[in-house]
């Protein structure tokens, strides 16, 4: 079966049903990657710089305001993705959880996120591989709803 290349925000409810039903491999359009890239350099400078920058270089929530080291910013994210996995449940289907991949992977190749290009890649990766995490069918931290399925 062919890889579908998709566009960030240029992607059709047929496109998704055609993955979802066909598990149908699939790849984002490269064009954005030097944009994706640029808000990636762009977080890694504010995480070493001496702005406090909200969920880059400060605490969470009620800590919005308790500025993290330069050093300690990876284990700061670890720390975030750890206490958001917190789901339960039966797992959901590996079809579900697959389109959740792809639609991941169109979020963060519009370029605002601030990974790098390189985490799109390893999305693309496991898609075209079969690999799916195990993610609860319940569980929720914040408003979005979304957090603690992705944190799986």
Do not use: W
């Not at 969920?55 to 700061?76: H, P, Q, R, Y």
């Amino acid at each position: 079966m062919s890889t579908l290349t998709l566009t960030p925000g240029i992607v059709s409810l047929a496109d998704l049903e055609n993955i979802y039903r066909n598990q149908r491999p699939v790849r984002v359009d490269r064009s954005s990657e030097d944009a994706i890239n640029l808000a990636a350099e762009r977080v890694a400078i504010a995480a070493r710089g001496e702005e406090a920058v909200y969920g880059v270089n400060t605490g969470f929530g009620k800590l919005a305001s308790v500025k993290i080291a330069a050093e300690d910013t990876a284990t700061l994210q670890r720390n975030l993705i750890l206490s958001h996995c917190c789901g339960v449940g039966e797992a959901l289907d590996r079809t579900t959880t697959r389109l959740m991949m792809v639609l991941k992977l169109l979020s963060l190749g519009r370029g605002a996120s601030g990974v790098r290009f390189e985490v799109l890649q390893l999305i693309e990766d496991c898609l075209e591989k079969g690999v799916t995490p195990v993610v609860p069918s319940q569980g929720s931290v914040g408003a979005s709803g979304d957090l603690a399925p992705l944190a799986h």
